[in-house]
């Protein structure tokens, strides 16, 4: 997944980019208000992580005005203010869900599985179209009882796939799902990961719908 971050305490973002990255995500990192809301309306994230305490504009107001400007991308507050009050009125807001720092980070990836698996519309932990699955918890693939470990891009890719199956993926959206900012994207980089899932699952995973992109098909009925 592709995830924006937004903490101004350097020490904390290092260190949660580094156990974002080891999950298996692509992190973009802003230290202020202002930053946040242009790097939100200007890429398509799977999930936000708020800090409330921010220069230039405040968390609660950058969650107000994304979610008056109609952006429902799934959001956590990761905050030091632990008052019922702040909390109510985080969620209130809009907020998918709420943790108060110090936390630890295998409970921070559990609910960022668990709120954008309830954005897309999922109720099982383990995405599917019927013959290929992932899960998000072990970064394992599944075809047939044929099991994989899959490396981070190749883990970004088909999560992205199966999220919607059946609908077309372009480079351009699947590039934006796996890489951040300031990485370096070779113009052969999505077929290298394809050509790496198809080797560890089979060459039916997934579909090239020629001049469009990249599907994982839905199951026959």
Same mark, same amino acid.
Request: charged share 30%.
């Given at each position: 997944?592709? %995830?924006?971050?937004?903490?101004?305490? *350097?020490?904390?973002?290092?260190?949660?980019?580094?156990?974002?990255?080891?999950?298996?995500?692509?992190?973009?990192?802003? /230290?202020?208000?202002?930053?946040? %809301?242009?790097?939100?309306?200007?890429?398509?994230?799977?999930?936000?992580?708020?800090?409330? #305490?921010?220069?230039?504009?405040?968390?609660?107001? !950058?969650? +107000? /005005?994304?979610?008056?400007?109609?952006?429902?991308?799934?959001?956590?507050?990761? &905050?030091?203010?632990?008052?019922?009050?702040?909390?109510? @009125?985080?969620?209130?807001?809009?907020?998918?869900?709420?943790? !108060?720092?110090?936390?630890?980070?295998?409970?921070?990836?559990?609910?960022? +599985?668990? !709120?954008?698996?309830?954005?897309?519309?999922?109720?099982?932990?383990?995405?599917? $179209?019927?013959?290929?699955?992932?899960?998000?918890? &072990?970064?394992?693939?599944?075809?047939?009882?044929?099991?994989?470990?899959?490396?981070?891009? /190749?883990? #970004?890719?088909?999560?992205?796939?199966?999220?919607?199956? @059946?609908?077309?993926?372009?480079?351009?959206?699947?590039?934006?799902?796996?890489?951040?900012?300031? /990485?370096?994207?070779?113009? $052969?980089?999505?077929?290298?990961?394809?050509?790496?899932?198809?080797? *560890?699952?089979?060459?039916?995973?997934?579909? $090239?719908? +020629?001049?469009?992109?990249? &599907?994982?098909?839905?199951?026959?009925?």
């Amino acid at each position: 997944m592709r %995830l924006l971050l937004i903490e101004d305490d *350097k020490m904390l973002a290092d260190a949660l980019r580094q156990a974002l990255h080891d999950a298996r995500h692509a992190v973009d990192w802003v /230290e202020d208000g202002l930053s946040a %809301l242009d790097a939100a309306r200007s890429h398509a994230y799977d999930a936000v992580l708020l800090d409330l #305490s921010l220069p230039e504009m405040s968390g609660i107001d !950058v969650l +107000r /005005e994304l979610r008056r400007s109609q952006c429902a991308v799934a959001l956590i507050i990761i &905050t030091a203010r632990d008052s019922v009050e702040d909390r109510v @009125g985080g969620l209130d807001l809009g907020a998918d869900d709420y943790i !108060v720092k110090p936390f630890d980070v295998d409970e921070l990836l559990a609910r960022l +599985r668990a !709120v954008v698996r309830r954005k897309s519309g999922a109720a099982q932990p383990v995405l599917s $179209n019927g013959v290929v699955s992932l899960d998000p918890s &072990t970064f394992e693939a599944s075809v047939e009882g044929r099991v994989a470990v899959l490396s981070p891009r /190749e883990f #970004s890719l088909l999560h992205a796939l199966l999220q919607k199956p @059946g609908m077309i993926l372009s480079r351009h959206i699947l590039e934006e799902k796996i890489y951040g900012w300031n /990485e370096e994207v070779e113009s $052969n980089a999505v077929e290298f990961l394809i050509y790496g899932v198809r080797r *560890k699952l089979g060459s039916e995973a997934i579909k $090239n719908v +020629r001049g469009l992109g990249w &599907t994982v098909p839905r199951a026959k009925t």
